[in-house]
């Protein structure tokens, strides 16, 4: 078992910034592919980015190629999540998910755990 805390969320005005973190316990980080997920109000839930399980791969949805930066420190069992230049239509709830692999995916499917999210309001 996997548990996955997100925090970070909050307002925030366009063209501004926000940093999502994701605290992991349980199991060993290092195993996991991890992604970030969204899903706005009234939406299905979306792809945001995935990162393997050292890192060294990453993987972005095209809306926010550029914009948002993910990483993670296997030391810490922390994912991070930067969101820059930040629209209105980035307006969701955040999940962090942990994959069993070590091999990042674009698919929520094969994703084991999810935290419960945290809430990314922007303003225009």
């Known amino acids: 078992q996997v548990h996955l805390v997100e925090s970070g969320g909050g307002l925030v005005q366009a063209g501004g910034s926000l940093r999502l973190s994701c605290a992991a316990s349980?199991?060993?980080?290092?195993?996991?592919?991890m992604g970030w997920f969204r899903q706005a109000p009234g939406k299905e839930r979306e792809f945001v980015a995935t990162?393997?399980?050292?890192?060294?791969?990453?993987q972005y949805a095209d809306s926010v190629k550029g914009r948002f930066t993910i990483a993670r420190d296997n030391t810490k069992n922390t994912l991070t999540l930067l969101l820059n230049s930040l629209r209105p239509e980035d307006t969701a709830v955040y999940y962090c998910?942990?994959?069993?692999?070590?091999?990042?995916?674009?698919?929520?499917?094969?994703?084991?755990?999810w935290g419960r999210g945290t809430q990314v309001t922007v303003s225009s």
């Open positions: 998910a942990a994959r069993g692999s070590i091999y990042s995916s674009a698919s929520e499917v094969l994703y084991d755990y």
């Open positions: 990162i393997n399980w050292r890192g060294s791969s990453t």
């Open positions: 349980g199991r060993t980080f290092s195993n996991y592919a």
